[in-house]
């Protein structure tokens, strides 16, 4: 990394140039798309994905209430409506039948979010945006090669990626869209460049979204063990569930059937009529050393800039109110060692068992 981020330098071109085209050609691969327009973050990636759709003015978009403020921040950005549909606790994602009761005759999109690595239920999702001519915009922020029935999360709609720090592929901040239309693709282009298709030639209303080549120097080295780090986080993700399995009180996450987990986080929900809450078990952890993450504490919907936002329709979501009052985020990034694991296992059990 620091040797390509060098020679970046040395180079002279450190915006936009041709390691941001060729990580674009490389994420394209990988997911298996035509084109992969990069940005200089997620929050970008989601307000261009948006826009890039051309929805009429006063449209909706139905997303999920339990998830990064980015993702209804940048619906708002769009200038889109926003009305919150129920995730399922199976998989922290928009609920298909949640999503087809909220629909109005303004719905024009549907904006799932694949939290903590894993994929919505996509296959039902895009039925839905079919039968009711929506579009499909996927916050895939979480999830780079996270799959449905073998088909990565981001190919099935718009693709909305992030390469913030945290992410399973970082550029430190950094942003994708992926699509299979050659024209949103030319738009999304022009767009994120001014507008600009040719040296002063301005076709449309533009933005500067545009990626460096620094950033890209930061990621391109990450995509050949990319495979790699997503084994070591499936792994740790199996001996957490083995060493968790049956602690009462604690419901673990899991890899549905037919789905491919990324793992980008191990989220615990630890039960609020169990013997301990999740502030004692944080607590806990942090006694020992161990760092655990709330990812979100509170739906969006319940910020006063949101929620009176006469353009937002909360509506109810019982089951995302729960896991936010509920979630635990345990480490599992490539990092952590078999003998890590053991210490996380061994300091949950004893936090369960010396319940006061
Ligand atoms: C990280 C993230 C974003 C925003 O990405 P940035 O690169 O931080 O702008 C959007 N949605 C979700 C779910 C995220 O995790």
């Known amino acids: 990394m620091e040797s390509e ?46 826009r890039s759709l051309g929805l009429p003015a006063g449209s909706e978009v139905i997303t999920s209430p339990f998830t990064f403020v980015a993702t209804v921040n940048a619906c708002l950005s769009a200038g889109l409506k926003v009305r919150f549909a129920d995730i399922g606790l199976s998989d922290f994602g928009m609920d298909p ?35 009711r001519d929506l579009r499909l915009v996927e916050d895939a922020a979480q ?81 050949p063990v990319y495979d790699e780090r997503v084994a070591a986080r499936r792994r740790n993700s199996d001996l957490l569930r083995d060493g968790l399995a049956g602690v009462e009180g604690l419901t673990l996450p899991g890899e549905i059937d037919g789905r491919f987990h990324v793992w980008h986080q191990f989220t615990v929900l630890v039960d609020e009529t169990g013997p301990i809450d999740r502030e004692m078990l944080a607590a806990a952890l942090a006694e020992q050393g161990i760092g655990s993450g709330v990812y979100y504490p ?31 985020s345990l480490p599992v990034h490539p990092k952590v060692t078999e003998n890590d694991i053991e210490h996380i296992v061994s300091t949950v059990r004893s936090a369960f068992e010396q319940k006061p």
């Open 5 to 50: 981020v060098l020679s970046v330098l040395r180079s002279g071109q450190i915006a936009q140039g041709t390691r941001v085209a060729s990580l674009e050609t490389q994420i394209a691969e990988m997911l298996g798309v035509d084109h992969v327009i990069a940005v200089g973050n997620g929050t970008a990636a989601l307000i261009a994905g948006l």
């Open 97 to 131: 039948d949640a999503a087809a009761k909220a629909v109005t005759d303004d719905t024009r999109c549907l904006l799932p979010v694949h939290l903590y690595g894993q994929t919505a239920d996509l296959a039902q999702l895009a039925d839905l945006a079919a039968s």
């Open 143 to 223: 999830a780079l090669m996270a799959r449905f029935d073998g088909r990565p999360a981001g190919t099935w709609g718009t693709g909305c990626f992030s390469l913030y720090a945290t992410k399973n592929l970082t550029s430190g901040e950094g942003g994708l869209i992926s699509t299979n239309d050659p024209d949103q693709a030319a738009w999304l282009r022009a767009f994120r460049n001014q507008g600009m298709v040719e040296r002063y030639v301005y076709e449309i209303l533009g933005d500067n979204l545009r990626m460096t080549d620094l950033q890209a120097a930061v990621a391109l080295p990450q995509l």
């Open 298 to 328: 509170r739906l969006l919907g319940e910020y006063p800039h949101i929620r009176d936002d006469g353009r937002v329709a909360l509506g109810e979501t019982p089951n995302a109110a729960h896991a936010a009052r509920s979630c635990l």
